[in-house]
């Protein structure tokens, strides 16, 4: 069975940090690139970061760019969004998901262009 389990959110100040995870099961991780993404209340879902599958190659956003880093654990089936200096438009739900691809360098802010995802997890920024 295909998962990918985020965990990490929670409530936190203006300025502080959050570390997420994301795990993968049942599908050839390593295989796959990542993305994350996230969606505001009222709003529509909003590409954050994506990692190749080698994690030699990723983008951001740039409302997070020089805030946020995306890494990835291959042996450990798991990739990581560290934030730091969240402000409260940080505040949102937030899906990891995963895209094949035979490429080690491919990555993407298409959310078509994933195949699984998570089933989010709840950042809540307070100022």
Not at 37 to 49: D, I, L
Not at 51 to 70: E, H, I, N, P, W
Not at 103 to 110: G, I, L, N, P, V
Request: net charge positive; proline share 2%; aromatic share 12%.
């Amino acid at each position: 069975q295909v998962q990918l389990v985020e965990s990490g959110g929670g409530l936190v100040q203006a300025g502080g940090s959050v570390r997420l995870s994301c795990a993968g099961a049942g599908f050839g991780f390593s295989n796959y690139a990542a993305g994350w993404f996230r969606q505001a209340p009222g709003k529509e879902q909003e590409f954050v970061s994506s990692l190749s599958k080698s994690g030699s190659m990723s983008m951001y956003s740039d409302s997070v760019k020089g805030r946020f880093t995306v890494t990835r654990d291959n042996a450990k089936n798991t990739v990581f969004l560290e934030m730091n200096n969240l402000i409260p438009t940080d505040t949102a739900v937030y899906y990891c998901a995963a895209a094949r691809t035979a490429s080690s360098r491919w990555y993407s802010s298409a959310p078509s262009a994933y195949h699984f995802w998570g089933q989010g997890t709840q950042v809540t920024v307070s100022s």
